[in-house]
Structure formats: C-alpha cells, structure tokens
C-alpha cells in the first residue's frame, strides 16, 4: 500500500512546484555550478597535469613532481589501488608515454564499465596501455580477486631495481583493493579481527593500526617491497584531515606500528583472537621502521580542500561574498543539520541587518564548538561580512564526511539525509526576506547505495511536501531520503552526476541571498 501511494504522490508533486520563483531556480543553477566546480578541480587529468610535467634536456628525459626530478629511460613501472585510479593511470600515460614498461592497477569492479558506458573516455586507458587492469572489493568489501590484484602487484615491484622508478596511485577505497595478509593469516582471518574491531566501536585510526600490522603492503609495506627501486607515490585523499598514513592504509607511508600498540587496542576492546592473528602481532613482522626513507617520494595531488578552493573562486565569481569554512565537517548528522540551519538564519539575519544578529551569532559558535572542527573559520567569516559593507549575497562553503545511523530499510546516503534534514530544521524556524539553497553531495558521484550523489534543498521543501501529503519524519525515520527526493517529479531534488572518477568526500554550499521577489 505504501509503494502505491508513492508512487501516486509522484504524480502530483510537478518540478514547478518545487521552485518557487524564478530566481530560486537561478539559485538553485548557481548551486549546482559550484558543486561541479569543486568536483572537475579534482578530476584525474587536471589532478596530474598539475602534478607531473615531462621535460625534455639534450640528454636525458625528466619527471618532475613534488619539488623533485627523476630521470626517465624506459624505466618507470606503475602501479596503484582506489576509487579513481583508472582515471589517475590513463592521465599518467597520456603524460609519460613511451617510458612506462609495465603497470598493475586495482580498481572496484564495474568501475571500467562503468565510466565507459558514461562515455568517460578520457578516464580510460588506451587499447594498446601497459597497464593491466584488475577489479574485485565488490561494495568496498576486500575479497579474493582484490587479493589476486594485490598479489600482482606484489610480485611486479619486488622484481625491481635500484636503476627503476616506481610510480605509485592511491585513492580512496585502496584499503580493500590491496588486502595481502601477512603469512599465515588468510584474508578471513584479518576480516574477522577488523570487522569485531568495527562492531566494538573503534576509531578508524585503531581500524588502520591492526589492519597495517596485519598486512604485507599497508603501512610501507609496498614501499619496502619495492626497494632498492625510487618511489614516488601520488595520493588523493579522502579522508578528514588528509593523514597520508590513513589514506588506504598508507601503502607507501611507514607506520611505526608495534605489537603492543595492537595487543593494547585489542585488549580495550576485549576482543579475543585466533592465535594464528597474535602469532603474528608477536613476531615482529608488522611496520618494521623502513630503512631507506629518502628512497620514497608522497606527494598529496588531491583534497578536499583543494575542491574547495576551486568551488571558492566559482562562488566569487558569480557574484557572492565568499567563506570556505572548514574542509574537516564530521559528526552526527541530527547535530551538523541543526549546524547549517543555524548558519542560515545567522546570515540571513544580517543581510537584513536584523536586531537578533549578535545573539545568533553567539548561538552558531557555541554549537560549532560542540562539533569540535578543528578548522573551523567562522569568526573569519563574520569578520569578512561585516568589513564588506553591504551585502547581497553570500556563499558558505564546507567539506568533509559526517556519519548517519542507518535506522530503517530505505534508500538513502549521507549528503540526501543531510540535505532533508537542515530543510526539516528550517521548516520549524523558516526565513522571512531571504532566499536560500542548501547542496550536500559526494564528490564521487554516488551517495549510499542510489544513483544520486546528493540533493538539494530549501526552507519551503518541507511546507511543500506535506501539502502534497508527504510526511517528512517517516521518510526520515525509514532512512529513506532517496525516496523521499524521488517522489518529485523527474527526482528534480536529487544531484545526480554520475560516477566522476574521483572522490575527495563530500562538498557542502550553503547561499543566501536578499530576497528579490515582490
């Protein structure tokens, strides 16, 4: 019965009701222009034509990257694991040509396809690439094809020499594209430890810390393998704070990882382990100190932060008065949504040079402080408000990944939740005299298991949906953001990109702006 009167709603709810006015819809454009802007910042070719330059001498080839050069004579071997790889490994051939000799890469299965049928070719490799293409970790889950592409990868650095250079890609969701458990743990056997660890409630750094100290290539380990050769590895982060050990478990930065490190992480939690997994922790093997650091080369091409500055400059020069505000947005969502709403009433009120301006500003920073953002630049922000005079319109930017509790069996992600929620906070407080346009989305072009990478919303949404007999709270109670975006008509809420073949977290813009309707 729910299913029919979904799908009788959809029916009714048209794309003209959802914009209210002619310059909503212009806001609503410059939103998505934003977001696409942060988005093509960190695209694999722009990424690497701003990383590695090839420059010709009368002698020899050189690769410079990262302050330093490396000398090319048909030596240079590649290989990588995560998300945007393909993208990455078809822009570095494209740069380096003749002088790659071999190459492995280990990609998310489908992920060729995919970008193939979206017609993404510049994302793909050409029909006669050196590089072999491996795909496995189905649902970012590490399996037995991801072992058999580590394996590969493994076998092709410790073949190298000292004369060779490796060129190393590394992306999110490299963690489960790399799985190599040290001898003799099996892939189940680090699964199990990891997957407790996670149900127990550990951080991601204690996450990282067992799962480096269970494996041959994390950690260093793909750095160490591949020794005498040079390493440069390019990475593209997607995590908070751009820790290049935690970035798929850092297969080319060294982690000092000792067993009572492991052991004291196992016993806070009161995990009991196989003994084959403690044999291991008390051998000594895991994140040995790596001897020959001046060997290896990381170099951060990609960030979040990055995106942002990008997606800066667009807002500016479309007129905004512009504040990137953090790069490092985490927690709860029930708490970030309440976050945003605020933000925008905070704004709104002094574009109208409302009374209530100081209290609410004094409102916002007690709840951003509750959030703990260690970049937060919201006494900036107001600072560059104030000695800008008077003001049209403003554009907020954020970035980061925040967490949601799934409770229910519907279709969602974070960026859909996200969205619905600030436009339900703003439903119990709405804005009067300006208008306003919330955008939350995946820089990867997919949020949760849906075809959106986020959506878009504003404080008349909710109003609006229950005059056409949606309940809000019961789309949120059911996880279930996707379906209630999707009740309008042609989804015209939703952020659809596609996948981008790239991934630096998600990307906030929130603008306000005087009203201009009568």
Same mark, same amino acid.
């Given at each position: @019965? &729910?299913? #029919?009167?979904?799908?009788?709603? /959809?029916?009714?709810? !048209?794309?003209?009701?959802?914009?209210?006015?002619?310059? @909503? &819809?212009? #806001?609503?454009?410059?939103?998505? /222009?934003?977001?696409? !802007?942060?988005?093509?910042?960190?695209?694999?070719?722009? @990424?690497?034509?701003?990383?590695?330059?090839?420059?010709?001498?009368?002698? !020899?080839?050189?690769?410079?990257?990262?302050?330093?050069?490396?000398?090319?004579?048909?030596?240079?071997?590649?290989?990588?694991?995560?998300?945007?790889?393909?993208?990455?490994?078809?822009?570095?051939?494209?740069?380096?040509?003749?002088?790659?000799?071999?190459?492995v890469i280990s990609i998310p299965r489908g992920m060729e396809k995919s970008l193939r049928e979206a017609g993404k070719r510049e994302m793909l490799l050409s029909p006669d690439s050196r590089i072999r293409v491996m795909e496995g970790a189905a649902n970012n889950l590490p399996d037995e094809e991801a072992m058999l592409a580590a394996g590969e990868i493994q076998r092709l650095v410790e073949k190298l020499e000292e004369k060779h250079l490796l060129l190393v890609l590394i992306s999110g969701g490299g963690s489960a594209l790399l799985p190599a458990p040290v001898p003799p743990l099996t892939l189940q056997d680090k699964q199990a430890v990891t997957k407790q660890l996670a149900l127990k409630g550990a951080t991601i750094q204690e996450l990282n810390t067992i799962r480096r100290a269970l494996s041959q290539l994390k950690g260093g380990g793909l750095s160490r393998a591949a020794y005498p050769a040079q390493v440069l590895s390019l990475i593209l982060s997607d995590v908070v704070g751009d820790d290049l050990d935690v970035i798929a478990s850092g297969p080319t930065v060294t982690s000092a990882v000792t067993a009572e490190d492991c052991l004291r992480i196992l016993s806070k939690y009161g995990l009991r382990v196989p003994a084959v997994v403690e044999e291991v922790l008390l051998s000594g093997t895991p994140a040995e100190p790596f001897q020959h650091p001046d060997r290896v080369h990381n170099v951060l091409i990609g960030s979040n932060l990055i995106s942002l500055r990008e997606a800066e400059r667009e807002a500016q020069g479309l007129g905004y008065v512009t504040s990137l505000l953090s790069a490092a947005i985490s927690g709860d969502v029930k708490v970030v949504s309440r976050f945003y709403a605020l933000l925008a009433e905070v704004i709104c009120s002094y574009l109208l040079s409302a009374p209530q301006?100081?209290?609410?500003e004094e409102k916002i920073l007690a709840l951003a402080s509750s959030l703990h953002i260690p970049d937060l630049n919201l006494a900036d922000c107001f600072q560059k408000l104030k000695e800008a005079g008077e003001v049209e319109a403003v554009c907020l930017l954020c970035g980061g990944e925040i967490t949601v509790q799934v409770q229910g069996e519907g279709l969602g992600g974070r960026n859909q939740e996200l969205a619905l929620r600030v436009a339900s906070e703003w439903h119990q407080s709405p804005m009067q005299g300006c208008e306003v346009m919330f955008l939350s989305g995946g820089t990867d072009g997919q949020d949760g298991p849906t075809q959106a990478a986020g959506a878009v919303s504003y404080p008349q949404l909710v109003g609006q949906a229950q005059q056409s007999g949606l309940d809000v709270e019961t789309f949120l109670h059911d996880s279930d953001s996707y379906g209630f975006f999707s009740q309008f008509q042609n989804g015209h809420r939703l952020l659809v990109t596609g996948l981008t073949g790239t991934n630096v977290m998600d990307v906030q813009v929130l603008l306000v702006r005087r009203r201009k309707d009568p």
């Open positions: @019965m &729910a299913g #029919l009167f979904r799908v009788t709603v /959809r029916r009714l709810i !048209s794309s003209r009701t959802l914009i209210p006015t002619r310059s @909503m &819809a212009a #806001l609503q454009d410059d939103a998505h /222009r934003i977001f696409w !802007s942060a988005v093509s910042a960190v695209l694999p070719p722009r @990424m690497l034509r701003r990383a590695l330059t090839v420059r010709e001498t009368p002698d !020899s080839s050189l690769l410079e990257c990262g302050g330093r050069a490396y000398t090319l004579q048909k030596n240079l071997y590649l290989v990588g694991c995560g998300k945007a790889v393909l993208g990455m490994a078809a822009a570095v051939e494209q740069i380096i040509g003749s002088h790659l000799v071999e190459g301006w100081p209290e609410l």
